[in-house]
């Protein structure tokens, strides 16, 4: 068989070289007919996602995990950033494995650190900010895919349950409802939902007022959070015992969806007579 010689001296297979090319192209047709070819050739990464908390509390941890769908055999590295900045690398078969970088506001547990997951401990205001994945794999060429970013929020929670303040012990049909929720300080502030009876009350009867804190602020300083209700009391607000049920709950964030939890939650309830 004829060998191809390399000005250096290097002696290399025709067959080795056209089935290298031939896998590439066969890489290429699959991702442009995004139809699986049969010839068992790894070529494209289907799954790649960043799984990592929304919040985390300050002094805490955190754990990002890459999520790929290369087999380990194919894996050539994968390597985690926090926007544009360079967190952690981890190359298969390299010794050490893993290469840190500083990353301002935690530290990173290298005892943890493998293809799958990183952790970073110690956790600061400063650590918050956008992260993402980057997963390459060896065979048939190197091939990079990124995964899309998640944001990461540091919360101070609140120290205990807010309080509920009004003046009138009792109140009658047709009068005016008052109510005061204040929080326990947070960062961020909290966000006040009220309800009665366990029903919400509308936004548009509630009213917030500033913790003197404006634009970055709001996320940089402990502070906390003001909402007053005011509703005039009908016969549909009492319950059986004729008595009003007010329920002050504070939250961060203010919603989450079905399949999420509060990263704080406090909440504070207080009962009134309803003549």
């Not at 070819?37 to 289907?46: F, K, Q």
């Not at 926090?82 to 301002?104: Q, T």
Request: charged share 25%; aromatic share 8%; hydrophobic share 35%.
């Amino acid at each position: 068989m004829l060998n191809i010689v390399h000005e250096e001296g290097n002696v290399f297979d025709p067959l080795v070289i056209l089935l290298s090319y031939g896998q590439i192209f066969e890489c290429w047709l699959e991702l442009a007919l995004n139809t699986p070819l049969v010839s068992g050739v790894w070529c494209n990464i289907d799954r790649l996602e960043l799984i990592m908390p929304r919040y985390a509390l300050k002094g805490g941890e955190v754990v990002l995990h890459c999520d790929h769908s290369v087999p380990p055999e194919h894996l050539h590295k994968v390597e985690y950033k926090k926007g544009d900045d360079k967190v952690l690398l981890y190359v298969k078969g390299r010794n050490p494995a893993c290469r840190i970088w500083r990353v301002r506001g935690a530290t990173l547990a290298d005892q943890y650190c493998n293809a799958t997951h990183v952790r970073l401990d110690n956790l600061t205001f400063a650590a918050g900010g956008s992260y993402h994945c980057v997963v390459s794999m060896e065979t048939p060429s190197i091939f990079t895919k990124e995964s899309d970013s998640k944001e990461l929020t540091i919360i101070d929670p609140q120290k205990g349950d807010p309080r509920i303040s009004f003046t009138k012990q009792t109140f009658a049909v047709g009068d005016k409802l008052e109510a005061n929720c204040t929080t326990f300080p947070s960062r961020p502030s909290p966000y006040i939902t009220w309800f009665i009876n366990d029903k919400k009350v509308p936004d548009h009867l509630t009213r917030s007022y500033s913790n003197g804190l404006h634009a970055h602020g709001f996320f940089e300083t402990r502070a906390p959070s003001i909402k007053q209700i005011s509703v005039e009391v009908s016969e549909l607000h009492g319950d059986v015992d004729n008595k009003l049920r007010l329920t002050c709950v504070a939250t961060i964030p203010g919603y989450v969806n079905k399949e999420q939890k509060y990263a704080d939650i406090r909440n504070a309830t207080v009962e009134r007579k309803h003549l």
